[in-house]
């Protein structure tokens, strides 16, 4: 495996590749990503998942990034799984940040699309915000896995597949 300043580079490679190949992606037939509502109204679901939910909403104390942050909700488990949304410095990843010990990881890179021509595109601004359009699609790569290591060993582990949400109705 690559290492780079002693740091393994492979995982990193591995999510920067599956976020590209996203970006080519077709949105879904049907025009379902025709909705148009401000970041904070949206209602996301994964197609395969209709016990999930990810909604966007105001954060009481905003970040220097973002003041929406990402609330997931699980049919059957405790939650909702909060997150605050942050940049990088430099490169300007985007990151999902866990309020709680509930998933494992400190930061989830998170993407966030809009939809053209029947393609998934990058959305326009780094980060969503409030009265901002709602990207047409969010993917959060690593979230199963974190919120699984996050809840193991718990009465009620998640365990959510990793894919893509997309922008479902407006509240």
């Given at each position: 495996?690559?290492?780079?300043?002693?740091?393994n580079?492979?995982?990193?490679?591995?999510?920067?590749?599956?976020?590209?190949?996203l970006?080519?992606?077709s949105?879904?037939?049907?025009g379902?990503?025709?909705?148009?509502?401000?970041a904070?109204?949206?209602?996301?679901?994964?197609?395969?998942?209709d016990d999930a939910?990810?909604?966007?909403?105001?954060?009481?104390?905003?970040?220097?990034?973002?003041d929406?942050?990402?609330?997931?909700?699980?049919e059957?488990?405790d939650?909702?799984?909060n997150?605050s949304?942050?940049?990088?410095?430099g490169?300007?990843?985007?990151?999902?940040?866990?309020?709680?010990?509930?998933?494992l990881?400190?930061?989830l890179?998170v993407?966030?699309f809009?939809e053209?021509?029947?393609?998934?595109?990058?959305?326009?601004?780094?980060?969503?915000?409030?009265g901002?359009?709602?990207?047409?699609?969010?993917?959060l790569?690593e979230?199963?896995?974190?919120?699984?290591?996050?809840?193991?060993?718990t009465?009620?582990?998640v365990m959510?597949?990793?894919?893509?949400?997309?922008?479902?109705?407006?509240?």
């Amino acid at each position: 495996m690559a290492r780079t300043n002693g740091v393994n580079a492979a995982p990193a490679f591995a999510r920067m590749a599956l976020a590209g190949a996203l970006l080519c992606l077709s949105a879904p037939a049907g025009g379902a990503l025709a909705l148009e509502c401000a970041a904070e109204d949206g209602i996301y679901k994964m197609g395969f998942a209709d016990d999930a939910m990810l909604l966007m909403n105001p954060l009481a104390e905003p970040t220097a990034h973002s003041d929406l942050g990402i609330e997931i909700s699980i049919e059957g488990h405790d939650g909702p799984f909060n997150f605050s949304l942050t940049a990088s410095n430099g490169y300007s990843n985007v990151y999902a940040i866990p309020d709680a010990d509930t998933a494992l990881e400190d930061g989830l890179m998170v993407f966030f699309f809009e939809e053209k021509s029947g393609r998934l595109m990058a959305y326009p601004d780094d980060i969503p915000s409030a009265g901002k359009p709602a990207p047409d699609a969010i993917f959060l790569p690593e979230l199963g896995s974190a919120l699984w290591y996050g809840t193991n060993g718990t009465d009620n582990p998640v365990m959510i597949t990793t894919g893509v949400w997309y922008l479902d109705d407006c509240r």
